[in-house]
């Protein structure tokens, strides 16, 4: 369970990171259109919402949170260090990420 909550939050912060002009051309290879921004950092704030739920209601909330906050830096340590070097696989593990994350979590459910 812990594990999908994981690429929940993995795929939110990819979205937040593509949130951010720079980052979407660098990782997608042109402009964002009109709107795009916007509608990538409130998915990305929703999609971390949904994780940190997610914890804290399999776990409750002293386990759930200190586990939802050790899985969201480690995610947050692989954009980091992988952006300048690996930024297409990253594009490509966010995508898995978003489509795995859920089914994981339905099924474990």
Known sequence: MMFGIALI???GFAALCLAMPKHF???LGRTPGPGQPQLLRVTG???L??????AVQSRGWAHGLVEWT?????G??????ALPYLPRLLVGMA?????LGPLLVLSAG
């Open 9 to 11: 939050a993995f795929a």
């Open 25 to 27: 051309e660098t990782l």
């Open 45 to 47: 704030w929703l999609m």
């Open 49 to 54: 919402l949904v994780s940190l739920a997610l």
């Open 70 to 74: 050790a899985v969201v830096m480690a």
């Open 76 to 81: 947050v340590t692989l954009w980091v260090f």
């Open 95 to 99: 995508a898995v990420s978003a489509l």
